[in-house]
């Protein structure tokens, strides 16, 4: 201890000791479930401490996935919009693609899916359950037909929005 602490009960604050403020997401477990557990909407299976694509276990529990969750609050994570004359004369290929790196990146991290695509303001909103899948389905159709990219990420809400036009 140093002198100013003993004579005068001060201590220095020190800075690379500020806890991070807790960040709440509905959709994120506070605990893992009992293993194995099965989600009884789409099937995915809790096992090694993370959601996977398996066989459903004998005696698994039932556990409703987060992607699920989501899916039946319709409270997307991930909001990806499409617009131009691209588009226009292109939907069918850009679903093609869009529908081809979602299976991908669903195959590989199961609660990363989409929701739902629908038709607005002169162009498609697809939204997803993960903010991984948005930035992965902009990079790819900037990746495949260029034009112009926007990434929008509200950290408070744990949201992306996505913007893709050509």
Request: net charge negative; aromatic share 8%.
């Amino acid at each position: 201890m140093s002198k100013h602490s003993k004579a005068t009960g001060f201590h220095p604050v020190r800075h690379n000791r500020l806890i991070e403020e807790y960040r709440h997401d509905t959709y994120k477990t506070r605990g893992k479930p009992a293993e194995p557990a099965v989600c009884p909407v789409c099937g995915v299976v809790f096992h090694d401490g993370r959601w996977q694509w398996l066989p459903r276990p004998a005696q698994a529990e039932p556990e409703t996935c987060p992607a699920c969750h989501r899916i039946a609050d319709q409270f997307p994570a991930g909001f990806v919009q499409l617009s131009g004359d691209f588009l226009a004369d292109h939907d069918q290929e850009v679903m093609q693609l869009v529908n081809h790196t979602a299976s991908e990146e669903s195959g590989r991290h199961p609660l990363e899916r989409i929701m739902a695509t629908t038709a607005a303001d002169g162009g498609l909103l697809i939204t997803t359950t993960g903010i991984h899948l948005a930035r992965r389905l902009g990079e790819a159709l900037h990746h495949a037909y260029q034009g112009e990219l926007e990434f929008h990420y509200n950290e408070d809400e744990m949201l992306l929005r996505v913007h893709w036009r050509r």
